[in-house]
């Protein structure tokens, strides 16, 4: 079955730190992968998207992730953290074929802790 | 350009009674699916609308329905409501169906309480 899974419902990290977050898809045909962010009391905002160019894209807020096919993972890192990247992050994938197009498959998210 | 708009944003109903949440997409976006996020489930897809027709449904029980107008805006109604419910109802809009790299973009949500 195609599934999206996000290593760990917690990250805490201190300021200045590197921020990685991970994602593995389970699908034979590499899907559309994306990184949201959710603030307490918000919707979802779009982080960035792979859309099978380049293998490493960057985001906004100094965010990037890099898709390797060979591993299915599609991780999030950014250098160095800062106390307003306090979040929940989700993975979401839209799987190929079939009528799926409109449909994303978040992974359970994880919450990004920021210590001073 | 404004964003997605969903109203309300705060709605609390009693167990059996119904409800109709509003959604507005970007201007410009044709295509506005559904999700709703839970603590336990997280967030589940539960439809997609474009030119006014249903073309994506999630796992969910009949007592979830939606609709799409000719301006793209997006309904969705639960009847017979359940403490299960309880949830926030996301809606997000994109350019249009089948562009798999056209993001979707998020509303604030509506958070639906039942008691």
């Known amino acids: 079955a195609q599934s999206v899974t996000q290593l760990g419902s917690h990250v805490s990290v201190s300021e200045g730190a590197l921020v990685l977050l991970r994602c593995n898809y389970s699908s034979s045909v590499p899907p559309y992968l994306f990184w949201y962010v959710q603030y307490p009391n918000q919707g979802l905002q779009l982080l960035l998207k792979?859309?099978?160019?380049?293998?490493l894209v960057k985001g906004i807020n100094g965010f990037e992730a890099e898709f390797k096919k060979s591993e299915t993972s599609f991780h999030l890192t950014k250098p160095s953290a800062h106390m307003s990247d306090a979040a929940e992050y989700f993975c979401?994938?839209?799987?190929?074929?079939?009528?799926?197009?409109?449909?994303?498959?978040f992974g359970q998210g994880t919450i990004l802790t920021v210590h001073p | 350009k404004a964003g997605v708009t969903q109203t309300p944003r705060y709605l609390i109903k009693t167990r059996g009674q119904q409800v109709t949440l509003s959604c507005s997409p970007i201007s410009g976006h044709r295509s506005v699916s559904w999700y709703q996020q839970t603590p336990g489930q997280g967030l589940q897809f539960l439809f997609e609308?474009?030119?006014?027709?249903?073309?994506n449904k999630g796992n969910f029980p009949g007592r979830f329905s939606g609709r799409q107008f000719s301006n793209s805006r997006s309904e969705m109604n639960v009847s017979t409501l359940e403490l299960g419910d309880s949830a926030l109802y996301l809606c997000?809009?994109?350019?249009?169906?089948?562009?798999?790299?056209?993001?979707?973009?998020f509303g604030n949500g509506t958070r639906l309480t039942v008691t």
């Open positions: 792979y859309t099978s160019a380049a293998t």
């Open positions: 609308y474009f030119s006014e027709t249903q073309r």
């Open positions: 997000a809009s994109s350019l249009g169906w089948g562009q798999r790299n056209s993001p979707l973009h």
């Open positions: 979401a994938v839209i799987f190929a074929g079939g009528t799926s197009y409109g449909k994303l498959t």
